[in-house]
């Protein structure tokens, strides 16, 4: 029986907006406004010689660019997996986005990026006891306390499997559990991932083509750019201040 969980996506691999792929992206964009207020300028007869001094009359919705990216890759992600994954453990059809956690500073963390998912929790349990040596060996890597890594949850996958990661923290345990299900999936899965014509069998490689999957739908909506304008008024009013 499936009931709606709340979980992190992806925490293994999302890259969150810290010197990260996405953050490139919205840099990528800024930089384009920019040339852009340059471009106007110089047809409003102001000459600007360098971008950069344009900085001040950016206006950029952080907030709104960040969402519209983690919406973006979570509806990417939806159609790079739907055929590969059995939506009877995890219906990934649906998926929505819930909310982007950002951390107060960036030393220990990133962003992590929660969605609600309809999942049947027996038949999560049944795969990763059907691919045992796998999950125990995906606990031991995720949750071996080492130095400069505490470990707060139970590296034995049996701790997993019989309900006392869930009675201490459901969160973590969804999240890793799901997690478990969905990467183990794409390492085995031996076919054709959405438009390529290659195995993505590594998850690395999968999350690689998903970003490109992701800025080229960026690219074809423009959507980062609905969020981020500039004062060119202001600009001209300064320059007029100044002659």
């Given amino acids: 029986m499936k009931q709606t969980i709340k979980f992190n996506l992806l925490p293994n691999h999302f890259s969150g907006f810290y ?17 852009n207020m340059k471009e106007d300028l110089y047809e409003e007869g102001i000459k600007v010689n360098n971008v950069w001094d344009l900085w001040d009359y950016l206006n950029v919705d952080y907030a709104g660019a960040r969402e519209y990216l983690s919406k973006s890759y979570i509806d990417c992600f939806i159609e790079s997996v739907n055929d590969i994954l059995d939506q009877s453990i995890v219906d ?17 963390t990133t962003d992590k990026l929660y969605v609600t ?9 049944d795969y990763a006891s059907n691919n045992l040596v796998s999950f125990i060996e995906y606990c031991k890597n995720n949750f071996t306390s080492c130095d ?7 590296n034995d996958s049996r701790d ?22 969905i990467t183990n999936t794409i390492n085995t899965y031996t076919g054709p991932i959405r438009m390529y014509d290659h195995g993505s069998t590594n998850m690395d490689e999968f999350i690689s083509d998903l970003y490109y ?11 980062i750019d609905y969020y981020i304008s500039y004062d060119l008024d202001a600009v001209k009013l300064k320059h007029s201040e100044t002659l």
């Fill in 19 to 35: 010197e990260s792929y996405l953050s490139n992206m919205i840099e990528c964009a800024e930089e384009y406004a920019l040339e």
């Fill in 92 to 108: 990934i059809s649906s998926m929505k986005f819930d909310h982007l956690w950002s951390p107060r500073e960036y030393n220990f």
């Fill in 117 to 125: 998912a309809n999942v049947d929790e027996c038949e999560l349990l």
């Fill in 148 to 154: 400069g890594f505490t470990s707060f949850y139970s």
């Fill in 160 to 181: 997993w499997l019989n309900g006392s990661v869930k009675h201490k923290c459901e969160e973590i345990y969804f999240t890793y559990m799901i997690d478990f299900y």
């Fill in 213 to 223: 999957e992701l800025e080229d739908t960026n690219r074809c909506d423009g959507g």
